[in-house]
């Protein structure tokens, strides 16, 4: 059984602190992502990483950074969390190619007060 | 622009009845499109792929059609149960270097009451 799992499910950080999600998969995926839910939109890209050190920005990257040091562990940062960054955070990863399915964490879900 | 839209935005229906959710997309090239369930406080599943030359698939109580020519699909369920309360999520594959960019619908919301 595939396993995505995320640090956290709930978080509350305050305007300016520097947030850590972690996110790590058992399957050997090449690929993870991290993307964010907001009611009414669609998941948006805000990063991805196709290999070990590698990444690259997706839709929304700005106000984010990530890390990924080991294959099955990609970290999102918050360098300095704003209130707009309040939202559900969601992690996935899936093997390289276009028909592979990409499979998701359970999201956590940040309030920046 | 690459988009994907889904209607209605949110539904409710009786236990047992059927229902229709609809998912228009413009993403080019196509490479497949999902259909994911997204419990409240879960991350998505993935329900059915279906690539270009793929109509239909059935999984379950779940059939999803695909008109590439119109690039419209549909997800039907049949006979609703109060777990399939939900957000369903229209989820269209493009060509990308990488391997599969995906582009999300916003998801219909379904409630199904008993």
């Known amino acids: 059984d595939v396993k995505v799992t995320q640090s956290s499910r709930y978080l509350v950080k305050r305007t300016g602190e520097k947030v850590f999600l972690e996110c790590v998969q058992d399957m050997d995926h090449e690929n993870m992502f991290w993307y964010r839910q907001d009611p009414g939109l669609g998941l948006r890209l805000i990063y991805f990483?196709?290999?070990?050190?590698?990444?690259e920005k997706g839709d929304i990257p700005e106000g984010y950074s990530v890390s990924r040091e080991k294959k099955e562990r990609f970290s999102l940062i918050l360098e300095s969390a704003s209130t707009n960054q309040t939202s559900m955070y969601l992690c996935?990863?899936?093997?390289?190619?276009?028909?592979?399915?990409?499979?998701f964490g359970p999201g956590t879900r940040l309030t920046v007060t | 622009k690459n988009q994907v839209e889904q209607s209605p935005q949110s539904l409710i229906i009786l236990e047992g009845k059927n229902c229709t959710l609809q998912?228009?997309?413009?993403?080019?090239?196509?490479?497949?499109l999902r259909w994911y369930k997204q419990d409240t406080g879960r991350g998505p599943v993935s329900l059915t792929i279906m690539t270009f030359s793929e109509n239909t698939k059935s999984n379950g109580r779940y059939t999803a059609t695909l008109d590439a020519d119109t690039k419209q699909s549909s997800l039907h369920i049949t006979a609703s149960q109060l777990s399939d309360s939900a957000s369903y999520i229209c989820v269209v594959s493009g060509i990308w270097e990488y391997g599969n960019k995906l582009v999300f619908g916003a998801g219909t919301i379904l409630r199904v009451k008993s």
């Open positions: 998912c228009n997309y413009t993403v080019s090239p196509f490479s497949n």
């Open positions: 990483s196709y290999d070990v050190k590698m990444k």
């Open positions: 996935a990863s899936s093997f390289p190619g276009l028909h592979y399915e990409q499979y």
